[in-house]
């Protein structure tokens, strides 16, 4: 049995050295390379989704399914309000996001804004986007994903 732990354990050393954040990979080292470590109720299948859900990748059908379905849900105001409303989706490190907004105009001082958009290259930052928008009495809504390309909404007079 000593044998077989060794050989876990090698494998799991060589599956957490591709593992690339050091903070995530000391962590995964701790819990299974430690003396400390029981690994008689561990499979390196079961390691390495463990790495694949840390790094916000999903890990079988249930994991799409439900981001799928969460989706459809926030996109029905979007969809019935297409004139008040907006949504987008980004990527940071190792999570997905969903945004949705959506607004209603309240009154007369409220101006009536127009939308445009803007190539994702044409701006470096939101704050560079935002302060364009400002000279033009608008604002800026943020990096949009419209079907394959991602653009600047910019909402001005």
Known sequence: EQKDVEKMKSKISEILSKVKRESLREKLEEKYLSDESDLSKTSIKYVKTEINKELGIPVGPIDLEQWKEIKENFLKPVNLYKEHSSSREWTSEDR???????????????????????????????????????????????LHKIGKKTVWVILVR
């Open 96 to 142: 997905k996001y969903f945004q949705t907004m959506t607004w209603m105009n309240v009154g007369p001082n409220n101006p009536n804004l127009n939308r445009t958009e803007h190539p994702e290259e044409r701006f470096s930052s939101y704050e560079e986007a935002d302060a364009y928008a400002e000279t033009l009495g608008g604002y800026c809504n943020g």
